[in-house]
């Protein structure tokens, strides 16, 4: 399994940004995807996950009203929609697959940089 993000990228307080990862060597309806992020000199937190088999969301709530996570079966893809970015968000952003008896999977990352 292999995962991929891309879309990150710098935007201004308040724009919209969005970044997908998609999953190749398996079937991502089998995995919990999750979106974490890792600040500079911070721990990597848990921002945004979607239920395997299920379109069941859970977010951080420091993003809940803000960011939109969706997976879309067809494309193997999972996509993290961003609105009213802060610089708080600023961040490398991460996908994770994870299912019960398989290892964990994670993507290399994308910056997201939220500044003026």
């Known amino acids: 399994v292999r995962l991929v993000e891309s879309g990150g990228g710098l935007v201004q307080p308040g724009g919209t940004l969005s970044i997908s990862c998609v999953l190749s060597?398996?079937?991502?309806?089998?995995?919990?995807m999750s979106w974490y992020r890792q600040a500079s000199g911070q721990e990597r937190e848990l921002v945004a996950e979607i239920y395997s088999y299920s379109t069941i969301t859970k977010y951080v709530e420091s993003v809940k009203g803000r960011f939109t996570i969706s997976r879309d079966d067809a494309k193997n893809t999972v996509y993290l929609q961003m609105n009213r970015l802060k610089p708080e968000d600023t961040a490398v952003y991460y996908c994770r697959a994870s299912r019960p008896g398989d290892p964990i999977y994670w993507g290399q990352g994308t910056q997201v940089t939220v500044s003026s």
């Open positions: 060597g398996s079937t991502i309806r089998w995995y919990t």
